[in-house]
């Protein structure tokens, strides 16, 4: 077990942190995005704190079940321009990412982390931030994180625990997330305002549908990703909180763009996003009211999101060849079951390579495929490709769903299922993948070592 002095002075702790940093890129162990990191917590996990209070700006946090790497890039494209940021763009995003992320930046004036759900207690304790962002609160590794309410609760605490002149940024159509901005008056709320796009009433697998005052299930006029959207409960009157940055006139343009109206206090901004999906329109006005509580103007948040694509492995497009491989990340029901809806916008896939792992950044445990509405696919799906450590389960999935057996080809290893993916697919086509996190890693992997796209850390530099 290493042992180091107290008394060690930061600068060397931070010497022999990026020395770990360059030898593990030289040996190839994953671009050494959380290995200085961790070596700096075992050293000295104060060294954290202090690094972070360097930064002349502080540091501002996002955090959410799904879409704050999404979220996190947008920020950092707004305000890069016009601030020097520490950024944890490989998304690293517990405590050891966010170290090795501040260690990475030099001369940084802001750092701007993705924090996973778990973790944020620890990293907002630590680097005391300006600027706190919460998305949603999705079911998503129960093994790990437990039920949403229990996450809840802790952020509840964090949010309570924050300096007094922090700002925080809330997503009002989550009810769990909406109801933070009580206990901090001033705070931004966002939200979507387009009823076109909603549902009038819930998805069977929404997670937050009882009041979170008196427990009675809420009401909506609005249902538009789970059980985001506009709620009242009939009982004792909570509901959604005024939105002060909202979306209006939405516009999806299959699997392209979306546009839609920034709506401010200080105005109005037509933005098209080069991604596409309701959930892009979120995590747009999660980093557009962001920016904003750092002091970004309206024109720059427009510059920032005008034309944005994707992070990686979120409908991030690939060109292979003559092919092209589309990358959408799914890991729980609730963004899977957008992500299903979003492809039926367009024209609905022939063919589907979806890769299920149960590794532990996936959560152990995959019974969740049984909560994801695949079954609006089968129209127009004439054969899926079932890979991964779970393929098995899946493929079981598709059946019970009614793809017919002949129509799913049982294909674990990744490898050999993107060759077949290919196989399948025509010149001037493009391969559609939905993998799991882990799957998602590998097949961004293998299409890497192929030379057809930069490594993740490479690509986040």
């Known amino acids: 077990m290493l042992r180091v002095s107290p008394l060690l002075p930061l600068s060397v702790e931070i010497l022999l942190a990026r020395a770990a940093a360059r030898l593990s890129r030289v040996v190839g162990a994953g671009g050494g995005t959380t290995v200085p990191g961790k070596l700096l917590w075992k050293l000295d996990p104060g060294a954290v704190d202090r690094l972070a209070a360097r930064l002349p700006r502080g540091s501002a946090l996002i955090s959410a079940t799904n879409g704050k790497t999404t979220t996190a890039a947008m920020g950092a494209r707004i305000l890069e321009p016009s601030v020097r940021l520490a950024h944890n763009r490989s998304g690293a995003n517990l405590v050891s990412g966010v170290a090795s992320a501040l260690l990475a930046a030099r001369e940084a004036e802001l750092g701007l982390f993705e924090v996973d759900e778990a973790a ?27 039920e949403l309410e229990l996450l809840a609760k802790r952020w509840r605490a964090t949010v309570q625990e924050l300096p007094a002149e922090a700002a925080l940024v809330v997503n009002g159509d989550d009810p769990q997330v909406g109801d933070l901005a009580s206990e901090r008056p001033g705070s931004t709320v966002f939200g979507l305002d387009d009823p076109r796009h909603a549902s009038a009433e819930l ?151 979806v890769a299920l792992n149960d590794e532990i950044a996936d959560g152990r445990d995959v019974s969740w495929i049984w909560d994801v509405d695949f079954e609006p696919l089968l129209g127009g799906l004439e054969r899926l490709i079932a890979s991964g450590e779970r393929a098995a389960e899946l493929a079981l999935r598709f059946k019970y769903a009614g793809l017919p057996a002949e129509a799913i080809e049982v294909v674990p290893s990744l490898e050999e299922a993107l060759d077949r993916g290919l196989e399948l697919t025509p010149p001037g086509a493009e391969l559609i993948a939905l993998p799991t996190y882990t799957a998602m890693l590998g097949l961004r992997d293998l299409v890497a070592r192929r030379g057809f796209v930069k490594p993740y850390w490479e690509a986040a530099a």
């Open 120 to 146: 944020l207690p620890e990293v907002a304790r630590r680097l005391q931030p300006r600027t706190v962002s919460l998305g949603n609160l999705f079911r998503d590794q129960l093994d790990r994180y437990g």
């Open 203 to 353: 998805q069977h697998a929404a997670d937050s549908k009882w009041c979170v005052r008196c427990g009675t299930p809420y009401v909506y006029a609005a249902a538009y990703i789970g059980h985001l959207g506009d709620y009242r409960c009939p009982a004792c009157g909570h509901a959604r909180p005024l939105l002060h940055v909202r979306a209006r006139e939405i516009e999806l343009h299959g699997l392209d763009s979306v546009s839609f109206d920034l709506v401010t206090p200080e105005g109005t901004s037509r933005v098209e996003l080069g991604v596409p999906g309701l959930y892009n329109v979120y995590n747009a006005l999660a980093a557009a009211a962001l920016a904003r509580a750092l002091g970004a103007s309206l024109e720059e948040v427009h510059a920032g999101l005008q034309g944005f694509s994707a992070a990686f492995g979120r409908f991030e497009r690939i060109a292979i060849g003559e092919r092209s491989l589309l990358v959408l990340l799914i890991k729980n029901p609730a963004g899977a079951n957008e992500v299903v809806r979003t492809l039926l916008t367009g024209t609905p896939p022939p063919l589907l390579l």
